[in-house]
Every structure is written in C-alpha cells, then in structure tokens.
C-alpha cells in the first residue's frame, strides 16, 4: 500500500464503517514505515484495547529519546497501565518526565504518574489531571481519567 494511497483509503473507509479495512490498511502503511499513518495505527490499536500489539510495535522505542513520538509513549505507558505492567508504565513515565526537546512531555509523565499512583486519593487526582489539562487542552484520555476521578468519590 503507498503511504498517500493508505492516507486517502482510510477516511473512506471509515466512512462506510469498515474500520476493520482501514485497520489493515493502516497496518500496511505502517510496515512501509510512514510515521503519521504508525501514529494513527497505534493510536487504534490502543482504542480497540489491542495493549499488547501497542507494546509491539513500540517495542525498542525509549520515553526519554528526542525521536521517540511523545503521543506514542503516552500509549505505551496507558497500554503498559492496562496490562498490570505499573513499574514498566512507571519507566515510561519518567522518561517522559527527563525530555527537555517538548514541554508536554513532562506534564504527560507527571500527570499519569498522578493519575496511576494508587496511594492518591480522587481529589488531589483531580487535581493533578485538571492542572495537566490547562497545558494539555481536549485531550479525550484526561477527560476520561477526570470522570473516572470524579466517579471514585461519588460526584
């Protein structure tokens, strides 16, 4: 599949509700080696709550490296989270926490150490997502980590 082909298919098939094809295809152009479409295609994954070929295909991948996709680790760490991998999540998560090339990723690494740290009660959780989400704005992962938060003491 060529990368502008695979570009222009997905939306497509979306639209006819063949998200199954656009998988495969995303898939395909993601073997070529297009990052934008590998963006797209992990970003699914994680959505189909396919942890362990997230973890695949980012395997080798290191939080703290400046060619590492910030959206990319914050999958990971999620993905890591989802498969009762905390400490490997938590490793993620600092090397997110040491990158200096973008000022998202310590505020992602420091929000999700919040949000996983099982010793902190719902509302300073709450206050750590809402603080990550002044910086981090419509982010649908924060804004369901905060109703998740909120849920946890009744409200």
Do not use: C
Request: glycine share 6%.
């Amino acid at each position: 599949t060529d990368p502008r082909l695979a570009a222009d298919l997905v939306p497509v098939l979306d639209t006819l509700g063949l998200w199954g094809a656009s998988l495969a295809v995303l898939a395909q152009a993601a073997e070529m080696g297009d990052a934008s479409l590998t963006a797209e295609y992990v970003r699914r994954l994680f959505e189909a709550e396919r942890f362990e070929e997230v973890l695949r295909r980012l395997e080798g991948t290191d939080a703290a490296a400046r060619t590492s996709k910030l959206d990319q680790q914050v999958l990971r760490a999620m993905a890591m989270q989802n498969l009762g991998q905390p400490e490997a999540a938590q490793a993620v998560l600092a090397g997110l926490k040491q990158r200096k090339d973008t000022p998202l990723a310590p505020i992602w690494g420091d929000a999700l150490m919040r949000v996983y740290d099982p010793k902190l009660d719902p509302p300073r959780r709450i206050e750590a997502i809402k603080e990550a989400m002044t910086t981090i704005i419509d982010n649908a992962y924060l804004h369901a980590f905060l109703g998740d938060a909120y849920s946890a003491i009744g409200d």
